[in-house]
């Protein structure tokens, strides 16, 4: 095979310059494997990649999506997987790779790559990949979640927003959800959070501080970066934990470090891709937690089914903050 068809970005620019033709067949490298896509999950950082904003930029042309689930098509050689394997996985375009999930196939690393049980469909596997493992690392490996400790959840309604509330209120947490609607809110109610603050009618410090006290929160789990960042790190108790998982208002702010001197605050990044190299046997043993997670129906992933061909729209949709949990696209 010379080619499948994809989405591919053949310049810099706007995601809505994506165009669905064709791209070149990938090489299977050490380490990596080819997997024929049955779901790819859209992400805001599509959107970056796409316009170069990214924080590792592949070669044009290129084919975006980060998230995968499929059938292994090619392994390299010394590999753990055969063809055949279901699997999820993310794609090498988290490192400047060519070939990622919105097309036919894709690249993904092995270290980066899980079975997925059969009694779990593709678009579920895609659903969860990376909202659920995201958060489970900032909360548990990077955050050290205790028990009845108060988190504030910054885009709760989002796909890894709606993850972190899950596992947090699994692990016994209070949790506080911000979002930015009234139909937002309606979604994460059935979470049962302690509070939920509408951030574009309500004032998140005011409100917070009224049902808590001053600076109340331990864990401040943010995705927005921006003035609800600043809000929320004013908010941290003493030896609070600010756990930094992106940027999805285009805003990445400045820290005051004395500020955090003398407030004892920390500030933690969150990129489990790192753990590729780092820990991968961790990751993978979060996964399967997490399978199980949802076998026992102790989290409930929110997503929504769409057509490989409607992939711009969506996109779109995730750029103006108007969709809800995941968006997965199948072909």
Known sequence: MDEYKAWVQKNIASFTNLEYTLMEYPECNKGELIIETKAATLNFADLLLSSGMYQSNPEIPFVPGFEVAGIVKEVSPDSIFEVGDRVIAATTVFRSGRHGSFGDYCIASENLTYKLPNDISYEVG???????????????????????????????????????????????????????????????????????????????????????????????????????????????????????????????????????????ITIMGVFMISFEDNDKDYLKSRIELIFEHYRNKKIEPVFEIIDFQNIIEYLDLIGSRKTVGRIVAVK
Do not use: C, W
């Open 126 to 264: 895609a659903a969860i990949l990376m909202s659920y493992l995201t958060s489970d690392f900032a909360l548990h490996r990077r955050a050290e979640l205790k028990n009845n400790e108060l988190v504030l959840i910054n885009a709760a309604a989002g796909g890894v927003g709606i993850a972190a509330l899950q596992l947090a209120k699994i692990s016994g947490a209070r949790v506080i959800a911000a979002v930015g609607s009234e139909q937002k809110r309606k979604v994460v109610e059935k979470y049962n959070p302690e509070l939920i603050i509408n951030y574009q009618e309500e004032n998140l410090r005011e409100t917070v501080e009224a049902h808590f006290g001053k600076r109340p929160v331990n864990i401040f789990y943010d995705q927005v970066g921006g003035q609800a960042y600043d809000e929320g790190v004013k908010l941290l108790s003493s030896e609070g934990r600010a756990l930094i998982v992106g940027f999805a208002s285009g805003n990445i702010p400045s820290q005051l470090l004395s500020y955090l001197l003398v407030k004892n």
